[in-house]
């Protein structure tokens, strides 16, 4: 089964500029996460779908980040203006459903560079 | 304020001795709680969880024990292997809270051969 896949993998822009990330979660996973890894830190939830609702936004910058999961399969992230403090790995991961016993499975990461 | 801490940000080892990873959390309403393992450049991946009706869950090499009283876990890899250098997140859920997650910051694992 193929896994979560994320583009790009590397992302390098000045502040104030805007930035998109993409996500395919598993296929036939409703739940689907972005998370925000800070170097030396652990991710940190930003968003979680269940198909294309909103479950928790709550720690979502929302005067700047933007996420949307259109016909509840592929999301993308986005950041407008970008400051240099959103430099961060952005996870996104899914599972089946939205209960805990269900595993999260992870795609690689985008790694954003804001200078 | 850090509801799980993993407060050795670092440990090393000889191959085929004992790693012993060490988590502490605040939240007295987390009752789940999961390890996860990440390598450079790709996501964390699922190791091991345990539920607080439980004190030690085991996994092959990988046993995770769960002290509730003191708000402590912990995981052991025994016996440790090249192959289990990374680095490893605790993770801790509360009922009620979907499937959310609140992770520590990771202690990165070096087993030396």
């Known amino acids: 089964e193929a896994g979560v896949a994320q583009s790009p993998r590397y992302k390098i822009i000045e502040k104030r500029q805007s930035v998109a990330f993409w996500c395919n979660p598993i296929?036939?996973?409703?739940?689907l996460y972005w998370y925000q890894q800070i170097l030396g830190q652990g991710p940190k939830l930003l968003i979680q779908?269940?198909?294309?609702?909103?479950?928790?936004d709550s720690q979502l910058p929302k005067d700047r980040f933007s996420a949307e999961r259109l016909k509840g399969v592929d999301s993308t992230l986005k950041i407008q203006p970008a400051k240099l403090e959103d430099s961060a790995v952005y996870l996104c991961a899914s599972s089946l459903h939205n209960t805990r016993i269900y595993e999260q499975y992870f795609g690689p990461g985008t790694r954003l560079t804001v200078t | 304020d850090q509801q799980v801490k993993q407060n050795s940000p670092s440990l090393s080892v000889q191959e085929g001795r004992i790693s012993i990873l060490n988590c502490d959390y605040t939240n007295s309403m987390f009752d789940y709680f999961l390890w996860y393992k990440k390598y450079p450049a790709e996501g964390p991946t699922f190791l091991i969880s345990i539920s607080s009706i439980k004190d030690k869950n085991e996994d092959g090499r990988f046993t995770v024990f769960l002290n509730k009283s003191a708000k402590h876990l912990s995981l052991h890899i025994v016996p440790s292997q090249p192959g289990d250098s990374a680095v490893y997140f605790c993770?801790?859920?509360?009922?009620?809270?979907?499937?959310?997650?609140?992770f520590g910051k990771g202690i990165t694992l070096s087993v030396r051969p």
């Open positions: 296929s036939g996973h409703a739940t």
């Open positions: 993770a801790a859920s509360a009922p009620g809270a979907n499937s959310k997650l609140t």
């Open positions: 779908f269940q198909n294309n609702g909103v479950v928790d």
